[in-house]
């Protein structure tokens, strides 16, 4: 079954722990959308990533993020995309964000993912640099090139 959430500009405290709980509660899930483009997004991404990672059938997970100021650890997110088993398919968007720190911790949620054959990882307009991707992904099999900020891989191990 596939769920596509859009939550542009309105998001407000308190919602990604109500949305990582229900998501958490449909494990037959197969497909998952979720787009908090343009928000601000304060804490509450471990009920996120909780959730996501209850999500055992998840085949294809695409996250937006872009145009917020994230103030939350991402590695919960990872921890959680670590636990989806069968996830073939990952898209992470997160264009114009300030991303504070490194994406080590996401990396290694996601290098658990031993079924993922496609992973994008956007990031235009954001500060993190291509380096910083190489350093924190280094077991990904790169087949794309960075063009303007946007980081592709597919063949992900």
């Known amino acids: 079954s596939k769920l596509e959430l859009v939550f542009i500009g309105n998001l407000i405290q308190g919602d990604l722990r109500a949305l990582g709980d229900g998501i958490g509660r449909c494990v037959q899930l197969s497909n998952l959308v979720l787009n908090f483009d343009s928000n601000l997004i304060q804490g509450d991404l471990r009920a996120l990533g909780d959730g996501i ?9 695409r996250l937006f993020f872009a145009n917020n100021q994230i103030d939350g650890d991402l590695s919960v997110v990872g921890e959680g995309i670590g636990c989806c088993a069968q996830l ?4 992470l968007f997160f264009n114009s964000n300030p991303i504070e720190g490194d994406l080590r911790a996401l990396g290694e949620g996601i290098r658990r993912c031993a079924q993922l054959a496609t992973f994008e990882l956007w ?20 087949n794309a090139a960075c063009k303007g900020g946007i980081w592709a891989a597919d063949g992900f191990v």
Not at 88 to 91: F, N, V
């Open 123 to 142: 990031l235009k307009n954001t500060a993190v640099t291509v380096s910083v991707v190489r350093r924190d992904f280094p077991n990904a099999s790169m």
């Open 53 to 61: 990672g209850r999500c055992a059938q998840l085949a294809d997970l």
């Open 88 to 91: 073939t398919l990952l898209g």
